[in-house]
C-alpha cells in the first residue's frame, strides 16, 4: 500500500500544452504540499494544502494552479507547458502543519520534461 | 544569498567514519527538518526539531537556536548512507503564513 502516490511518474510533453499531474495520499493526513525540484537538485516548495485550503502559496506563475477536491487528493495543473518547466514534482504529506514538526510523506516525484 | 546555506556540498568518506553535514539559516525558525534523498531519487524525513537533540539509530540531529545552526551526524558510516542531505527550515512570515526554505543539500559518499 503506497502512502502517497504520484502519477503519472514520467510525463514527456511538447511546449505549449497543458498537463496535469496527480496526488493522492492514504494517511489520513491533513496536509498536503507539491514541491519542485530543478536540475541542479534544488528543491523548492509550491504550494501547500491543509484541508483543501491554500495555506503556502510561493511566487509560482500562475500557469500553476493546484486543486484540492478532497483532502486525500492535491492535483497540479499547468498551462501553456514551457522549457523551464522540466523538473521532477514532488508531492508530500504531513499530519498538519502547525508549527512545523509533523513529518512528511514524499510521493516517487513526477519527472516532466517539456520539449 | 540563500536563507539556508549546507556544508559541506559534496563529502567523500570511508565505510566507519563519523560524519558531520552542517546547516546554518539567517532568520527566526518555527522548525527545521532533515530529508534524505536517495540515489533513485526518493525522498525520506529524517528528523524535525525546533530545539535540542534527536537520534534515531546511527543518525543524531542537534539544533542551536541562539546560534541559528543544526548538525547531522552519522555514526559508523555505512555505503547504504550515500544519498544527498538536505536540510529545510520553517519559519513565520507577515501575515501568518509560513515558509519553507530549503538548503542546497549535501552530497555524500560513503565508500567500503
Known amino acids: 500500500d503506497t502512502a502517497v502516490s504520484q502519477t503519472p511518474k514520467y510525463l514527456v510533453t511538447q511546449m505549449g500544452n497543458d498537463k496535469s499531474i496527480k496526488c493522492e495520499q492514504n494517511?489520513?493526513?491533513?496536509?498536503m504540499y507539491w514541491y519542485k525540484q530543478d536540475s541542479k537538485k534544488f528543491l523548492k516548495i509550491m504550494f501547500s494544502?491543509?484541508?483543501?485550503?491554500?495555506?503556502i502559496n510561493e511566487t509560482v506563475p500562475n500557469r500553476f494552479s493546484p486543486k484540492s477536491p478532497d483532502k486525500a487528493h492535491l492535483n497540479l495543473h499547468i498551462n501553456s507547458l514551457e522549457l523551464g518547466d522540466s523538473a521532477v514534482y514532488f508531492c508530500?504529506?504531513?499530519?498538519?502543519?502547525?508549527?512545523?514538526?509533523?513529518?512528511?510523506?514524499f510521493g516517487p516525484g513526477t519527472r516532466l520534461t517539456v520539449l | 544569498k540563500n536563507e539556508v546555506e549546507q556544508s559541506p556540498q559534496n563529502l567523500t568518506a570511508q565505510e566507519g567514519e563519523f560524519i558531520t553535514i552542517n546547516c546554518s539559516y539567517s532568520v527566526g525558525i518555527s522548525a527545521l527538518h532533515w530529508l534524505q534523498q536517495h540515489p533513485g531519487g526518493g525522498i525520506v524525513s529524517l528528523f524535525m526539531l525546533s530545539s535540542g537533540k534527536k537520534k534515531h539509530g546511527r543518525l543524531i540531529a542537534t539544533i542551536n537556536i541562539q546560534e541559528k545552526h543544526s548538525s547531522l551526524h552519522i555514526t559508523a558510516s555505512h555505503p547504504r548512507d550515500s544519498a544527498v542531505y538536505i536540510c529545510?527550515?520553517?519559519?513565520?512570515?507577515?501575515?501568518?503564513?509560513?515558509?519553507?526554505?530549503f538548503g542546497k543539500g549535501t552530497k555524500l559518499t560513503v565508500n567500503p
Open positions: 494544502y491543509n484541508n483543501k485550503e491554500l495555506i
Open positions: 508530500a504529506s504531513s499530519q498538519d502543519w502547525r508549527g512545523g514538526l509533523y513529518e512528511q510523506f
Open positions: 529545510a527550515v520553517r519559519f513565520w512570515i507577515q501575515g501568518g503564513s509560513e515558509k519553507l526554505v
Open positions: 494517511l489520513g493526513h491533513d496536509t
